[in-house]
Structure formats: structure tokens, C-alpha cells
């Protein structure tokens, strides 16, 4: 069975950065998507960055673009989502999730995903 697990969240505050790190288990198929997403209380979780592992093509919500960085490391089992000058409406659960297959069309787009992590808890203050 796979799964995800998040870690590096936590309260930061505005303009500092965090490291958000994903761990994949059970799963030695290494060609797979992989997106960060967050969710606001009330509201659905929204796509902020997606790499495909494949290719290492990656993608952005524009909410984030050029402050955050996803990235995986060399044995494509753990990814990583940087988070640089933070602001407080980045406050949010930060949730991993992945799909194994050859593609990876629209990477924000939740529906698609088919393993997720337990979520972890960003807190930006002013």
C-alpha cells in the first residue's frame, strides 16, 4: 500500500520561508506525478505546485509563483516544497499527493491525484 507523509510545517512568519517535505513509500514505480495542495477552512483545496517526475516538469498556481520551488530528490521518493517570503494568506493545511502513470495532465487539478498525505499545518503571522 503507498503512502504519503508530510512534514515541515509549522508557524512562521511573514516573509520567512519553510521546507515542506513529502515521503512516497510502498511504491517503487518511479514515473508519477506529484502536487502540493492547500486548503482553506470552508473552502476546497486548491493546486499550488505539481512536478512530474518523469520529465521534472513542473507547474505553479500563480498565487505562488516565484516564491515557491517543488522539487524531488534523485530517487524520485521523497518531494520537497519550498516556501520562501511566506505571507499570511498562505496560512493553510498543505497537503502531498501523487498519481503513478506516463502523464501528467492538469497537475492542479485535485480530482486527478489518487494518494494523499495527512496534511501539515502552515501558520504565517504578521
Known amino acids: 500500500q503507498v503512502h504519503l507523509v508530510e512534514s515541515g510545517g509549522g508557524p512562521v512568519q511573514a516573509g520567512g520561508s519553510l521546507r515542506l517535505s513529502c515521503a512516497v513509500s510502498?511504491?517503487?514505480?518511479?514515473?508519477?506525478?506529484m502536487g502540493w495542495f492547500r486548503q482553506f477552512p470552508g473552502k476546497e483545496r486548491e493546486g499550488v505546485a505539481a512536478?512530474?517526475?518523469?520529465?521534472?516538469?513542473?507547474d505553479y498556481a500563480d498565487s505562488v509563483k516565484g516564491r515557491f520551488t517543488i522539487s524531488q530528490d534523485s530517487a524520485k521518493s521523497t518531494g520537497y516544497l519550498q516556501m520562501n517570503s511566506l505571507k499570511p494568506e498562505d496560512t493553510a493545511m498543505y497537503y502531498c499527493a501523487a498519481r503513478w502513470g506516463r502523464n501528467c495532465y492538469d497537475p492542479l487539478g485535485a480530482p486527478g491525484y489518487t494518494t494523499w498525505g495527512q496534511g501539515t499545518q502552515v501558520t504565517v503571522s504578521s
Open positions: 510502498g511504491s517503487t514505480y518511479r514515473s508519477k506525478c
Open positions: 512536478i512530474f517526475s518523469y520529465s521534472g516538469l513542473t
